[in-house]
């Protein structure tokens, strides 16, 4: 192992920290909310099986920034994120937490699987009644939360185990995932700065490239470079979104 390794692994190993609760430990990981929380799971080890849950920790965070988790569009898109762990959610769990059970094996697959659905749940701020500043991505979000259940920022399946982040997925009516990277076109250095991304982002993709999408914000693109994402993935103007979300959303 590089020296590199070795000290990311050691850096990573000292920013953990566990204490005991409730027969088993809560668990504190190197990743933050928005709010700066930084995310902590339950971990319970049962004979030869691991249960991981957040303790609705997730849910509290979003609605301390003003979302109601009983609205159709964002109580649909947050079990969307909860079964994206990939993995059998906790027996008995509750809708409010975001859980995983394992065998004990695979319990740093369990932890973490929970943890990067918790962050990605913490997309959904995009819905708050708070007023900021709101980026195209962000804008994206919200259109597509409209119509769809969303899982904001997914890992999108590449060759090689290159699994690369998007700003959102979500099920089609083919029963396939789509995947969407919103575009700024706001100026022609963040055009350049986004075509360079995307096409980085769909050439190694593998999902069809029909359920690659490019979504341009408004802006005056090149020519070359619609065509060239054309060449990776499904290219679609933001003023099409909704014609689009409406003819491929289940």
């Known amino acids: 192992m590089s020296a590199v390794i070795d000290a ?7 920013s953990l ?14 990743a933050a909310f928005t709010s700066g929380t930084l995310v902590t799971v339950h971990v319970v080890i049962s004979q030869d099986a691991v249960t991981v849950t957040d303790r609705g920790l997730t849910a509290d965070e979003l609605c301390d920034a003003g979302l109601d988790l009983q609205s159709t569009r964002v109580a649909r898109s947050f079990a969307a994120v909860r079964d994206s762990t990939g993995l059998p959610p906790a027996f008995g769990s ?44 962000d804008r994206a979000l919200r259109k597509f939360l409209d119509r769809a259940a969303v899982v904001p920022h997914p890992k ?16 089609g009516k083919d029963e396939l ?23 980085g982002l769909f050439l190694g993709a593998t999902p069809d490239m029909s359920h690659r999408v490019a979504l341009l914000q408004q802006g005056a693109w090149e020519a070359w470079q619609v065509r060239n994402l054309g060449e990776v993935c499904r290219v679609i103007e933001e003023q099409d979104a909704d014609e689009f979300i409406a003819a491929t959303a289940a």
């Open 8 to 14: 990311i692994a050691q850096g990573y190993r000292d």
């Open 17 to 30: 920290s566990a204490v005991p609760y409730r027969g088993g430990e809560l668990v504190s990981l190197p």
């Open 94 to 137: 509750e809708d409010w937490e975001i859980t995983a059970s394992a065998d004990i094996g695979d319990i740093a697959i369990a932890i973490q699987s929970v943890a990067d659905a918790a962050i990605r749940a913490d997309g959904l701020r995009v819905l708050s009644t708070v007023k900021r500043r709101m980026t195209f991505a």
């Open 156 to 171: 999108m399946p590449g060759k090689y185990g290159s699994n690369r982040q998007v700003t959102l997925s979500y099920g």
């Open 177 to 199: 995932p789509y995947y969407v990277q919103a575009l700024s076109g706001g100026d022609n250095e963040a055009r350049v700065r986004s075509y360079d991304h995307a096409s």
